[in-house]
């Protein structure tokens, strides 16, 4: 399966895999008309402004083969306190659509993302999941990625939602 850099004409393909995925996702976690009022529209713009920015993360898209975005990540240096910048990257969004789920686009998906961060000089990354987000959690512990205490709980959608911290080392 093809995986590349997202482009900026990726943005409006970006947005749909972030709106499918968080409405199948978070169904069981977030409201139904929060979920529902998730806009591709708004998203695209927002994906638009991420990936023309001089500062943009690095964004990564796996396609199928006729070209149609099926997931895709996110990463940068960590932005917060607690780690040193420089050798600690955030995993700060990786979602598929949800048809993808199960067909190995997620693992691939991860593991070229920890490539890129690799050979973009981390040492070390972190992501934060919500703490109900069991598949999600299996996900991330199946690639190595352990919970490090760090809980916090943040208001998405009007629900106040606990989100743990993993860690991943990237070197042995």
């Given at each position: ?73 996110c ?8 780690f ?39 040492r ?27 809980v ?21």
């Amino acid at each position: 399966m093809p995986i590349r850099e997202a482009l900026p004409e990726d943005a409006a393909a970006v947005a749909a895999v972030h709106v499918l995925s968080w409405r199948a996702a978070y169904r069981d976690l977030l409201p139904a008309p929060y979920l529902a009022a998730l806009d591709v529209e708004e998203r695209t713009a927002v994906w638009r402004a991420r990936l023309t920015a001089t500062d943009r993360p690095t964004v990564l898209v796996a396609t199928d083969a006729a070209g149609r975005a099926l997931a895709f990540s996110c990463f940068r240096a960590w932005p917060g306190e607690g780690f040193d910048p420089g050798p600690t990257a955030e995993l700060a969004a990786l979602y598929a659509l949800p048809e993808a789920w199960g067909l190995g686009v997620g693992r691939a998906l991860l593991a070229a993302s920890t490539e890129a961060l690799v050979a973009a000089g981390f040492r070390t990354a972190a992501l934060w999941v919500f703490a109900g987000n069991a598949r999600g959690r299996r996900f991330y512990e199946a690639a190595g990625w352990r919970p490090d205490g760090e809980v916090v709980r943040e208001e998405t959608g009007g629900r106040v939602l606990g989100e743990l911290r993993y860690r991943r080392q990237l070197f042995t």
